[in-house]
């Protein structure tokens, strides 16, 4: 059974650099694309962008200045940073597996329980 | 980017009801539409994805339908446990958009 962990800072003062790990069990990253998704509070789901070792990052264009996505094979865990963050980037940040259906189209099949990230001085 | 609505954006219903749900994307996505569940305070959990087909372990009275542009979420008696929120998801392309959510009150 897969299992996704995400870890935090908490908090963040605005314009630092987020930074956000999620450690994957059960299965190797090293397989599939995983992504990032928040929500900020009491709204919907965002997705920010997403990995796959061998094929490099997409990202949601939207962010895509401000993002960085990597992965450590040998830890087995995904990283996120965020650069520049304001308070419009409080929001709850989920790591996924992208599982692919066939040549287009994914669904996110596994998630992590969630990090909650405030962006405040 | 392709945009996602739902309609409604919230409902009550009563547990034994039938309810729909309905997505709607901007352009054309074939059958790449998802949909997930979320309680308060938990992740999204995948219920339907290629428009259609069911995830492992969701039970039967889930069922989604659609292609092109407009896509339904059916769940064909309520149960207690199914009150959340539910939201549709495009993969058809980058970058993936989520629908507003529709909240499904008791």
């Known amino acids: 059974q897969v299992q996704l962990q995400e870890s935090a800072p908490g908090l963040v003062k605005p314009s630092e650099t987020l930074s956000l790990t999620c450690s994957v069990s059960?299965?190797?990253?090293?397989?599939?694309?995983w992504s990032w998704i928040r929500q900020a509070p009491g709204k919907g789901l965002e997705w920010i962008g997403s990995?796959?070792?061998?094929?490099?990052?997409k990202f949601n264009p939207s962010l895509r200045r401000r993002v960085s996505i990597s992965v450590d094979t040998a830890r087995n865990q995904l990283s996120l940073k965020l650069r520049s963050v304001t308070a419009a980037d409080t929001a709850v940040y989920y790591c996924a597996r992208e599982n692919p259906i066939s040549v287009a189209g994914i669904y996110f099949d596994y998630w992590g329980q969630g990090a909650r990230v405030t962006v405040s001085s | 980017d392709i945009q996602m609505t739902q309609s409604p954006s919230s409902l009550s219903a009563s547990v034994g009801d039938r309810v729909t749900i309905t997505c709607r994307a901007s352009?054309?996505?074939?059958?790449?539409l998802n949909w997930y569940q979320q309680k308060p305070g938990t992740a999204p959990k995948l219920l339907i994805y290629?428009?259609?087909t069911l995830q492992s372990g969701v039970p039967l009275r889930f069922s989604g339908s659609g292609s092109g542009t407009e896509f339904t979420l059916t769940i064909s008696s309520l149960q207690p446990e199914d009150f959340a929120t539910f939201y549709c998801q495009q993969s058809f392309i980058t970058p993936y958009i989520f629908g507003q959510g529709t909240n499904l009150e008791i």
């Open positions: 990995f796959y070792h061998s094929e490099g990052t």
């Open positions: 352009q054309s996505i074939s059958t790449y």
């Open positions: 290629g428009a259609s």
């Open positions: 059960g299965g190797s990253i090293s397989r599939y694309y």
